[in-house]
């Protein structure tokens, strides 16, 4: 599978967090895979894409409707931007090379990576396994600060409305949002006012109103 006359797919991915970056949205993606394709002389035929979803396993909408056509498609080569943005998991990687993908080449726009060459393909592999250990190192570190900081007393979690973190790194009551409490539940109780207008009123959402409005504030106050 070398040289021009190669047929292509290609695959784009973004998660929620990476949607706003530059360098990597979908419309960015898709010019450089198509921009890549054409340089190469490769025919395009389609490209998959995911939106919103991690690169933590191949659980994707997009990923399996592809996956699906290449076992009907003639297809030569699947090409991404960067190889995270199909996969984070070396075990992944290695089950859509060896199994999924039927022989069908990997092709990376940064790098200019292709599977189809024996140095490409131990390029990919190295690169997947040191996108996982990066990944793992990172979990690691985020455990232990966490340890770290439930050790010492500070506050690990979600901050409950009522409340934020003070410079000792423990929860403590923001005395303007429990006044904003008292007052919803004040309202709530006196005249009945429904939990939309409230929310309105406050800038809460319905959610939290109902929240405040049905929960005892001392239960409220979470553990120290």
């Not at 009522?162 to 790194?169: L, Q, S, Y």
């Given at each position: 599978?070398?040289?021009?006359?190669?047929?292509?797919?290609?695959?784009?991915?973004v998660?929620?967090?990476?949607q706003a970056?530059?360098?990597?949205?979908?419309?960015?993606?898709?010019d450089?895979?198509?921009?890549?394709?054409?340089?190469?002389?490769?025919?395009?035929?389609?490209i998959?894409r995911?939106?919103?979803?991690?690169?933590?396993?191949l659980?994707?909408?997009?990923v399996?409707?592809?996956?699906?056509?290449?076992?009907?498609?003639?297809?030569?080569?699947v090409?991404?931007?960067?190889?995270?943005?199909?996969?984070?998991?070396v075990?992944?990687?290695?089950?859509?090379?060896?199994?999924?993908f039927?022989?069908?080449?990997?092709?990376?726009v940064?790098?200019?990576?292709?599977?189809?060459?024996?140095?490409g393909?131990?390029?990919?592999?190295?690169?997947?396994?040191?996108?996982?250990w990066?990944?793992?190192?990172?979990?690691?570190?985020?455990?232990?600060?966490?340890?770290?900081k439930?050790?010492h007393g500070?506050?690990?979690?979600?901050?409950?409305?009522?409340?934020?973190?003070?410079?000792?790194?423990?929860?403590?009551?923001?005395?303007?949002?429990?006044?904003t409490?008292?007052?919803?539940?004040?309202?709530?109780?006196r005249?009945?006012?429904?939990?939309p207008?409230?929310?309105k009123?406050y800038?809460?959402s319905?959610g939290t109103?109902?929240?405040l409005?049905?929960?005892?504030?001392?239960?409220?106050?979470?553990?120290?």
């Amino acid at each position: 599978m070398t040289g021009e006359g190669k047929r292509a797919v290609g695959y784009i991915r973004v998660s929620t967090r990476e949607q706003a970056q530059e360098g990597v949205s979908l419309a960015a993606q898709e010019d450089r895979i198509r921009a890549f394709c054409t340089a190469k002389g490769w025919e395009l035929l389609r490209i998959y894409r995911d939106e919103g979803e991690s690169g933590k396993n191949l659980d994707r909408p997009g990923v399996l409707s592809m996956i699906h056509d290449l076992k009907a498609d003639g297809v030569d080569v699947v090409v991404v931007l960067k190889l995270d943005r199909l996969t984070r998991s070396v075990r992944d990687l290695g089950t859509l090379i060896e199994d999924l993908f039927a022989g069908r080449a990997l092709a990376a726009v940064d790098g200019s990576l292709d599977s189809s060459t024996a140095s490409g393909r131990m390029v990919v592999n190295l690169l997947g396994t040191v996108a996982q250990w990066e990944r793992e190192t990172t979990v690691e570190r985020t455990v232990a600060a966490l340890d770290y900081k439930q050790s010492h007393g500070e506050w690990c979690g979600r901050i409950p409305f009522g409340f934020r973190i003070g410079e000792d790194g423990k929860l403590t009551e923001d005395p303007k949002a429990m006044k904003t409490i008292q007052a919803v539940k004040r309202s709530r109780r006196r005249s009945g006012t429904s939990y939309p207008k409230l929310a309105k009123q406050y800038g809460l959402s319905v959610g939290t109103v109902h929240k405040l409005c049905t929960t005892d504030l001392r239960v409220m106050r979470p553990a120290r």
